[in-house]
């Protein structure tokens, strides 16, 4: 358990310096923001509880959007995410049975499902945040590519960092 | 009560979600200026009367009291413009001061009530008798005409505008200085009709419609509207012109009160021709 407390905090820690110093500066096409923090709530153990995992996403949220100048678009975004895994999201990972996975991840999953579930809640992700960052029902068509366009990329990074870091761990 | 309290217990992570995204919409709003302005447009669409409660911030009060003061100095500039004094043409008189008499003086007033989706649309203000408002004075706002005083009270006066199915009143194309009855056919508040323009005159879009002077209402040359489209199909001689409106009736706050000090010669006059 004590095992479990340190590598998330320093998932978090790690997560949010890549997001905060090298992610946020990464605008590809004017589109493509990336939002790898998203991988640290997607990867939250589930024995923490639904309030705990509220307020931890809340958290994550927050301090990336008090690392990048800006407050609440962040922090919208992963709480609505977090309340979405808890919902329904996870219902995707277990597939209506009763096993419940602790921490989801590519290995602990079936690959195709797992890519499932985090596409689904990344793209919810950006897509709350460039509503929010965008506040204009005019500029739909941007909000959407935007959102389809960060799913792929921040995905394709997701993958890339369970294979890297989780393998070794296993 | 029991089943409300488990009820609450099993959805603790729902109030807890609530709770955690009144806070980021909070934090949100307050932090970025374009959607704090988009979320305030929102609340005042919906409820009016909120947002005064919203903006807390002291700085909305002190624009409030600001834009006050400058209606009223607004008001007083107006009063000191040319076309607010009758000019002595006479030869007689040489000298400077009394070469031009005041004939019109303008009273600031704050439009307290006001609709604009009737057939049969008034305005009121919070200026009455006790202020020197008379029934008959034209009201103008920053942006043009708006009406003529209907009925006052000792602090409150009602005022008909000239988007009133029953409203007419004299107007003039200022590029040609022809004559012609504004009228308003209860539609849109946007636009408004002008008739009795013969179509020997030339006419092009946006030419500029003002007040002209003739009835004894409003002062001569207070813009009323721009030309929208004509036709001049029906072959009575007359057009008929579409104008869009000047004055933006759904957002009209400080008007001013015409006061016409030759009004009772003029009435004079008139009625002693009509008595012959």
Same mark, same amino acid.
């Given at each position: 358990m004590r095992g479990l407390i340190i590598r998330n905090i320093i998932r978090f820690i790690v997560l949010l310096f890549i997001q905060v110093f090298v992610l946020n500066n990464i605008y590809l096409g004017g589109y493509i923001n990336p939002v790898l923090y998203t991988l640290f709530i997607l990867m939250l153990? !589930?024995?923490?509880?639904k309030i705990y995992m509220l307020l931890i996403s809340f958290a994550m949220g927050l301090s990336v959007d008090m690392c990048s100048n800006m407050l609440g678009f962040h922090t919208c975004a992963s709480t609505v995410v977090a309340f979405c895994r808890i919902t329904f999201a996870d219902r995707i990972i277990t597939r209506g049975d009763d096993i419940s996975i602790d921490m989801p991840s590519i290995f602990t999953v079936a690959p195709q499902y797992f890519i499932y579930y985090s596409g689904l809640l990344i793209f919810i992700h950006s897509f709350i945040f460039f509503t929010l960052d965008y506040f !204009?029902?005019?500029d739909i068509f941007n909000i959407i590519l935007s959102s389809i366009l960060t799913t792929i990329v921040t995905l394709i990074l997701v993958i890339m960092w369970q294979l890297i870091f989780i393998h070794r761990k296993r | 009560m029991r089943h409300l309290f488990e009820l609450l217990k099993r959805l603790d992570y729902i109030i807890v979600f609530i709770v955690l995204m009144a806070i980021s919409i909070v934090l949100m709003v307050q932090n970025s200026h374009y959607q704090r302005s988009i979320v305030l447009n929102w609340t005042t669409a919906i409820v009016g009367s909120w947002t005064s409660r919203i903006n807390t911030f002291s700085e909305y009060f002190a624009l409030k009291a600001e834009n006050d003061k400058l209606a009223a100095e607004n008001a007083k500039l107006r009063a000191q413009m040319k076309e607010s004094f009758l000019s002595y043409?006479?030869? #007689?008189?040489?000298?400077e001061d009394t070469v031009y008499e005041r004939r019109y003086s303008y009273t600031e007033a704050k439009v307290i009530k006001n609709s604009w #989706?009737?057939?049969?649309n008034y305005i009121m203000i919070n200026k009455g008798t006790k202020q020197g408002i008379k029934p008959d004075m034209a009201v103008i706002s920053p942006q043009g005409a708006v009406g003529v005083v209907l009925n006052c009270t000792k602090n409150f006066s009602t005022i008909m505008p000239i988007?009133?199915?029953s409203s007419q009143n004299s107007v003039s194309v200022?590029?040609?200085k022809t004559n012609g009855t504004l009228v308003w056919d %209860?539609?849109?508040?946007r636009y408004a009709n002008v008739i009795?323009?013969? #179509?020997t005159y030339k006419l092009y879009e946006n030419d500029t419609v003002v007040t002209? %002077?003739?009835?004894?209402?409003f002062p001569e040359g207070i813009p009323v509207g721009y030309v929208e489209s004509f036709d001049?199909?029906?072959?009575? %001689?007359?057009y008929e012109i579409k104008i869009r409106l000047s004055t933006d009736f759904n957002k009209l706050g400080h008007v001013y009160v015409v006061t016409d000090r030759f009004k009772d010669e003029q009435k004079e006059l008139t009625e002693a021709l009509q008595d012959q």
């Open positions: 153990p !589930n024995r923490i509880g !204009n029902f005019s | 043409s006479s030869n #007689t008189y040489v000298s #989706t009737k057939r049969n988007i009133h199915a200022s590029r040609t %209860g539609k849109d508040y009795d323009i013969p #179509t002209s %002077g003739m009835a004894n209402d001049a199909e029906k072959n009575n %001689g007359f």
